[in-house]
């Protein structure tokens, strides 16, 4: 079975904290993406990567950034927490094109 | 970019009942239509998918409806059991593919099975 492991499930930090979101795949797969996931606004699309040192912007990119530095990992990165950015976020891998995502837990991070 | 939108957010139905889900997507080029089911406390999983040149595909008591040309797809769930309730998301993919340019969800459908 695919895994998907996230680093932690419950993360609180201080406002303006570096915060480190890892996510690790199990299966080789070309593609990981984080999402974000609040009440009422569904999953929505932080930054995404093709392939190692590969990265695009989704459509929140703002106050975030991402590192993939080897197939199996990638990496949300938090610059300066603020409370705005409290919430669940979700990583999903895919092996190509018009195929499942396999999503890890999530990681609920509440900033104060 | 691609804009999919669910309805209903939250759906009640008693036990044995069918349920019905649907969404909209606004890009005509999209091709690859997801739903995934969350249960309290995990990830999204993948339960049924369509695509573009199929029309309808069912699996057990889970199906799902393509219309192309309105631009909309449906998940119906019949006989509904306890463990259908979850959340559920449809989705959509713009041109370059669902799997690397990332599946655009719709805000989620939270339904509840009625005993």
């Known amino acids: 079975d695919v895994k998907v492991t996230q680093s932690s499930r419950y993360l609180v930090k201080r406002t303006g904290e570096k915060v480190f979101l890892e996510c690790v795949q199990d299966?080789?797969?070309?593609?990981m993406f984080w999402y974000r996931q609040d009440p009422g606004l569904g999953l929505r699309l932080i930054y995404f990567?093709?392939?190692?040192?590969?990265?695009e912007k989704g459509d929140i990119p703002e106050g975030y950034s991402v590192s993939r530095e080897k197939k199996e990992r990638f990496s949300l990165i938090l610059e300066s927490a603020s409370t705005n950015q409290t919430s669940m976020y979700l990583c999903?891998?895919?092996?190509?094109?018009?195929?499942?995502?396999?999503f890890g837990q999530g990681t609920r991070l509440t900033v104060v | 970019g691609e804009n999919v939108e669910q309805h209903p957010s939250t759906l009640s139905v008693q036990e044995g009942d069918s349920a019905v889900i649907k969404c909209t997507y606004s890009?005509?080029?999209?091709?690859?239509f997801p739903w995934y089911k969350q249960e309290l406390g995990k990830g999204p999983q993948l339960i049924i998918d369509?695509?573009?040149?199929?029309g309808e595909k069912k699996d057990q008591r889970i199906a799902v409806t393509l219309n192309k040309t309105a631009k909309h797809f449906s998940l119906h769930i019949t006989e509904t059991q306890p463990e259908d309730s979850a959340v559920y998301f449809c989705?959509?993919?713009?041109?370059?593919?669902?799997?690397?340019?990332?599946?655009?969800f719709g805000k989620g459908t939270h339904l509840i099975i009625q005993p």
């Open positions: 890009d005509s080029v999209s091709n690859y």
């Open positions: 989705a959509a993919t713009s041109l370059g593919g669902g799997g690397a340019d990332g599946l655009t």
């Open positions: 299966m080789d797969h070309e593609n």
């Open positions: 990567s093709y392939d190692v040192k590969m990265k």
């Open positions: 999903a891998s895919t092996t190509g094109f018009f195929t499942e995502a396999f």
């Open positions: 369509i695509r573009s040149n199929v």
